[in-house]
Structures are given as structure tokens and as C-alpha cells.
């Protein structure tokens, strides 16, 4: 056995352990693209979009016209990248903000998907090549406001009537709904749940912006309301009833935010460890005290295991061998790790880590909302000890 | 329409470049990133591509292929194909072999427009593209900061110190682009996936036909002089007039 002698080199503090060497050099060009957009494209104005409290539409064409949207998928006018390419692409979108990768995980996991996964061949043409285009936008309806963790309660109701179906119900946090196009709303039906196309200019649908957020400031979220929006037959998506469609789609959006979370945390470190090089008291830089290395630390392992995890779950999608537990397993552990990053950052940034003109706070409040939604933590949690136990302890 | 756009890869502008202590050449690791200059000129022969209907765009590049990672980047934007020139007798080819190889290049190929960036990031000479519009016996339009198509030939508005020119020519003509002309388009995500299946031919010198000489050598290398401390004018009820004096001083009013 011949072993390799260990010698001190140079190391990346933002690439500490290398994990650029385990991606492909396409992988690499479509991270470095996002990357170059966001810098471009993101960074200038995401202050004032989260202070201001918008998300600016217009975004949604230029991201399409580099493939972003529903880029995982195949055909009808996607990209159909691997899945680690998807994952790198929402770690430098939530780089820039959370509100910007909440919608392109929207808009790609959560609304095309399904479509792409369950809907019949006239429903794939006739909605995907638009909203992978930006020119549909889309949204996703389960979460209720008596019914949030336990969507499996929620009381939205579609009834048949001759061929239509009728949908009565609301749904509450519904990202992107006041922009959206086309909306996949999930109702109990006869036969369980359901998934409806639900077009949002047809008649009975109203959605109310919610105000005073203060998290995903740049991103919409709203309550939809169904008053008898009647549906053609075929606007239901054929392929799947029950729990199992709603969820399959969350695990796709899932897939992402553990990616996305490493982002948002890479932004809070970077921001810490250039303040703390340069902001000085005591005649010494903050660097130099103990304590704030030690955060600094913390972040750096942080962040550099969240992203060998998120890489290793990517190639298991990539292979076929991911389970939705290890799904899981990423999300919680890498969103906890990226509030913890935040908030280590903000207090190395004291005074100036309240303000919109570092990343940090922003990013700190962002991730209270992707802690909760998509599964909250406490959820996750339980899916895991299911996992290993065999005793399911959600209720 | 043949179109050819000069791009080149050069060492990642993030990273400090590294000079080799005896040749003074820049060290040129395996990886290179496309020069951001060269964006602007792949956008020009991209859309002139479009709007002529049937036409390609291939790159031209005299540089190690290392990863061909900055190749890559302009076959992702959406050019067809490229022909690199690597060649170790050309390490620290001065600027007019420079040209004359890629005029070899370009040539070889069949053109109908050759669009070149006004310099590289990375040597900064700034000659290249006039002295290939020589060597093809073309004319050169250069510094160009708007490019339309006119008729059956180019427009283009020439950047000037105090305004532009309109210059017109028709095909073959050489343009240089300034850096902002256009607004360069991110690579498409399909674009990256194609990348790796376009054609990228890689030949010597010698297969150009092009015998090198070294027509120069670099034989010292100084650090910039450290910046000396500015003078602090504190305002007396005459700063102005000081600062005026200064201004003038250093001939910028
Ligand atoms: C900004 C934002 C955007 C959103 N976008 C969308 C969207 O686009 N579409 C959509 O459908 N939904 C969306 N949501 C909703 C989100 O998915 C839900 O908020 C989430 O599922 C949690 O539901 P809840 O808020 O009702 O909390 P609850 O389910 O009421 O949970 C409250 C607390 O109780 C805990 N809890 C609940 N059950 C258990 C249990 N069995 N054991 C232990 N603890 C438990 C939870 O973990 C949590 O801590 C969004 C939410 C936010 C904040």
C-alpha cells in the first residue's frame, strides 16, 4: 500500500475542502453562470426588493433564458441538467437571497413538476414550454391555514359536477401566488387527494397578497381563495391521488433548499470573515480574538460539511439511490446550520449586521421562513426517527 | 456568413497572476477562464450570426488548451466550434506573431467578418486585431461601441476620445469591439451540456504553415512603485482655489 505523504498547502477559506474537485467541469460552468447572474443581477438591488418588500418579476424571463426554470426536467422546453447541477444552481441563487431561490423552486419543483410528472401529455404541452419560458408563472397550493404540517387535514374540497369540477377552499403562504399564471392546487376529492390546474383568471379565484413579513421579504406569498372556481374535466393532473403527489413534489423542492441553505450560509460567512478581517478595536482587528475565530470556525465546518452532504445526496439523486429520509436528513440538517451561521455572523458584524447593507440579517430572517417551510424542522425530525425506529410519532 | 471571432483564455483575473521569474511569461495554469472581453466580441458574432440567417461562428484562440475551460465558456454562449493554436515554440509569441498566426488561423477556415476584442485582459498590447486586418488585407473597423449590419456590409459607430464615427465596409472586414458594445449573454444551460460535443480542433504552428521566430524577449520585470501619500488639503476659505491650481498642475483641467 503506498501512502501519500500529507503536506500543508495553501487552502481556500471559502472552498476550505475542496468540494469544487468532486463537480464535473459542466457542473462547475452552469454553478459559475448562476453565480455570474446573481452578482450581476441580484446583488445590486436585493436590499432595497426585501426593504422595499417585492419580488421583481422581470427576473423571472432572464432566468429562463439561461434554463433555470424547470431546469431538472426534461423536454417541453427544459434545460434537463442532473440533479447536482440544479442543487448548485440554488446554492447561488440563495447566495443572492432566499426569496429569489424560493421562486425558482416554486416555479421548477413545486408547480412544473407535477405537471411534468403527473399531468397527461396535453397538459405537459400545453403548460411547460411557457413556464419553463417565464412567461407562465406558477404556484403551488397545499399548506391551509388550519392546516399546515398536517396537510393530510386540509378542507379545500373539489366536487365533480357533470364533466367540470368545482374547488371551494383557501389556502394560506402560497409563494409567488398574486404573480402567478397558473396555480396547482390540492383538494380532497371522492377518491382522496387531488392535483387541478387551476388557470388564475378564471372566475371564483382570488389571491391576497400577505403583509407585514418579516422573512422572504423579497419573494410573494399569499392566501388564495376558491369560490366555486369551476374547471374543465381535464384539468385535473390523471396521474396520482393522494398524499404521495403534494409530498413527491415538496421532496423535489426539498432537494433544492438543501443546496440553497449552504448558499445563504456561504453569504453570512463571507460577510463575517471580511468584517471581522478589517473592523478593529482594541488596536486589533476582531479576527484576532478567540472568540470570534471560534465563530468563524463554526461557520467554516458548517458550511463546508453542508455542501459535502448536499453534493453526496445530488449524486444519489443523480444515481437513483436517494431516499426521500435522506432528503430529510439534508434539509434539516443544513437549514439548522445555516440559521446558526447567520446568526453567528450577525453578531460578528454588531451594529452594521442589523442593517440592509450587509447580507446578514437578511439572510438571518430569510431562513426563519425556510426553516418552517417545506417541511419545518420538527417535522424532519420525526421523519428521521420514524426512519430508524419504526415508530411513527406524529401523532 | 463565416464568422470568427478572437478569443482568448487567460489565467482567472480573481486569482493574482504568477509571472515565471526567468522568461517573465505569465504561468498560465491548466485552467483558464475565457477573457471577459471576449464575451462582448462572441455576443457581437452571435447576434450577427442570427440576423444573417445561415452562418456559423467559430473561435479562434492561440493559447495552451489546458481544460479548455475558457473555450468551453464561448462554445456555451453558442459558438459552433473553435480552432485553438497550441504550440510551446509560441509561449510568449509577441503581438504581430500573435496576429499572424491567427491570421493563419482565420484564413485557413474561410471568413466573411472577423470580430476581435479591442485587447486582452492579460497582456494588454492592444494591436492584434488591426495588424490580422493587415496580414487578411481587410479592413479594420475598430473600437467598435455599436455594430449593426448596413446593407449588405456593417455599420459600426468607432469610440473616439471625444465622440464616434460612423464607419461602414462590407464584408470581409475585420471589427474590434469595445468592451460594453453589447450586453453578453449568460451561457444557456443546453448551451453548457453541447459544449463538450462541438468540434474543437487543436493545431501547431507548423500546421498553419507559420514559421515562428521570437521577435522579442522581455528582459525585466518591475513591481509598480508603491503609490506615494496624496496631499490633504485642508479647507481655509481657500481650498478651491488650491485644488484648481492642483487640477491644473497634473494637467486634468
Ligand atoms: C414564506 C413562506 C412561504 C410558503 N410557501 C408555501 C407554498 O408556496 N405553498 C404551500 O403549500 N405552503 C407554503 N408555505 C407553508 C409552509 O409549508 C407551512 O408553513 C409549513 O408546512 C408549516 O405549517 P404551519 O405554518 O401551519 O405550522 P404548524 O404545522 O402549525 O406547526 C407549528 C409548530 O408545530 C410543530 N409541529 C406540528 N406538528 C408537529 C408534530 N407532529 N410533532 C412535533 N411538532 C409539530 C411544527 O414543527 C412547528 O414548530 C410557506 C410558508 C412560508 C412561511
Known amino acids: 500500500m503506498s501512502e501519500k505523504a500529507m503536506r500543508p498547502r495553501k487552502v481556500d477559506p471559502l472552498d476550505f475542502l475542496e468540494v469544487d474537485a468532486l463537480l464535473t467541469d459542466e457542473e462547475l460552468l452552469i454553478r459559475d453562470t448562476v453565480r455570474q447572474f446573481v452578482a450581476d443581477r441580484v446583488l445590486p438591488d436585493i436590499g432595497d426588493w426585501f426593504e422595499d418588500g417585492v419580488f421583481p418579476k422581470e427576473l423571472a424571463k432572464e432566468m429562463a433564458a439561461m434554463g433555470l426554470l424547470g431546469m431538472h426536467l426534461d423536454g417541453y422546453g427544459c434545460a434537463g441538467t442532473n440533479s447536482v447541477s440544479y442543487g448548485l444552481a440554488c446554492t447561488e441563487l440563495e447566495y443572492g437571497d432566499s426569496g429569489v431561490r424560493s421562486f425558482v423552486s416554486v416555479q421548477g419543483s413545486l408547480a412544473m413538476f407535477p405537471i411534468w410528472a403527473f399531468g397527461s401529455e396535453e397538459q405537459k404541452q400545453d403548460w411547460l414550454p411557457r413556464m419553463a419560458a417565464g412567461e407562465v408563472i406558477g404556484c403551488f397550493g397545499l399548506t391551509e391555514a388550519d392546516s399546515g404540517s398536517d396537510p393530510g387535514s386540509m378542507r379545500t374540497r373539489a366536487r365533480r359536477d357533470g364533466d367540470d369540477w368545482v374547488l371551494n377552499g383557501s389556502k394560506m403562504w402560497i409563494t409567488s401566488g398574486n404573480i402567478a399564471d397558473v396555480a396547482v392546487v390540492w383538494a380532497q376529492t371522492d377518491e382522496g387527494i387531488r392535483g387541478f390546474i387551476v388557470p388564475t383568471d378564471t372566475k371564483g379565484f382570488t389571491a391576497n397578497l400577505i403583509h407585514k413579513k418579516l422573512s422572504l421579504r423579497a419573494s410573494v406569498t399569499s392566501e388564495l381563495v376558491l369560490d366555486d372556481v369551476r374547471l374543465p374535466g381535464d384539468a385535473v393532473l390523471p396521474d396520482v391521488v393522494g398524499l404521495k403527489g403534494p409530498l413527491s413534489c415538496l421532496n423535489e423542492a426539498r432537494f433544492g433548499i438543501l443546496f440553497g441553505a449552504v448558499g445563504a450560509a456561504r453569504a453570512c460567512y463571507e460577510a463575517a470573515l471580511s468584517y471581522a478581517g478589517e473592523r478593529r478595536q482594541f488596536d486589533v482587528p476582531i479576527a484576532s480574538f478567540q472568540l470570534t475565530q471560534r465563530k468563524l470556525v463554526e461557520m467554516l465546518i458548517g458550511i463546508n460539511r453542508g455542501m459535502l452532504v448536499a453534493v453526496h445526496l445530488g449524486r444519489k439523486k443523480d444515481d437513483g439511490t436517494l431516499d426521500p429520509t435522506h432528503v430529510s436528513f439534508g434539509k434539516l440538517d443544513n437549514v439548522r446550520m445555516a440559521l446558526q451561521v447567520a446568526r453567528e455572523a450577525r453578531s460578528v458584524l454588531g451594529a452594521n449586521g442589523i442593517t440592509l447593507e450587509y447580507p446578514v440579517v437578511r439572510h438571518m430572517n430569510n431562513l426563519e421562513s425556510v426553516y418552517t417551510y417545506e417541511g419545518t424542522n420538527e417535522i424532519h425530525t420525526l421523519i428521521l426517527g420514524q426512519a430508524i425506529t419504526g415508530i411513527n410519532a406524529f401523532s | ?129 488591426q495588424q490580422i486586418a493587415e496580414l487578411l488585407g481587410v479592413p479594420s473597423l475598430t473600437f467598435a461601441r455599436k455594430i449593426d449590419r448596413h446593407g449588405d456590409g456593417i455599420r459600426i459607430e468607432r469610440q473616439t476620445s471625444n465622440g464616434y464615427d460612423v464607419v461602414d465596409a462590407n464584408p470581409p472586414l475585420l471589427i474590434s469591439v469595445t468592451s460594453g458594445a453589447v450586453e453578453p449573454r449568460y451561457p444557456t444551460f443546453k448551451g453548457i451540456m453541447q459544449a463538450k460535443s462541438k468540434p474543437v480542433e487543436t493545431v501547431t504552428a507548423a500546421d498553419l504553415g507559420v514559421e515562428v521566430a521570437a521577435g522579442q524577449s522581455i528582459a525585466a520585470v518591475e513591481p509598480v512603485p508603491a503609490r506615494q501619500a496624496g496631499e490633504i488639503v485642508t479647507d481655509e476659505g481657500d481650498a478651491f482655489e488650491r485644488i484648481v491650481a492642483l487640477l491644473e498642475q497634473v494637467k486634468v483641467i
Open chain 2, 1 to 129: 456568413m463565416k464568422i470568427a471571432v478572437c478569443a482568448k483564455q487567460i489565467p482567472d483575473p480573481a486569482t493574482p497572476y504568477q509571472l515565471d521569474p526567468t522568461t517573465h511569461y505569465v504561468v498560465r495554469p491548466n485552467d483558464q477562464v475565457l477573457d471577459d472581453t471576449d464575451r462582448y466580441g462572441i455576443e457581437v458574432g452571435l447576434q450577427l450570426a442570427a440576423a444573417a440567417g445561415d452562418a456559423s461562428v467559430t473561435v479562434f484562440s492561440m493559447s495552451p488548451s489546458g481544460s479548455l475551460q475558457g473555450i468551453r465558456q464561448a462554445l456555451a454562449m453558442g459558438a459552433d466550434k473553435a480552432v485553438i493554436v497550441d504550440d510551446a515554440g509560441l509561449r510568449g509569441a509577441d503581438a504581430l506573431t500573435t496576429a499572424r498566426i491567427l491570421a493563419a488561423a482565420i484564413e485557413r477556415e474561410g471568413f466573411d467578418v472577423v470580430i476581435a476584442g479591442t485587447e486582452s485582459t492579460d497582456g494588454y498590447t492592444g494591436v492584434v486585431p
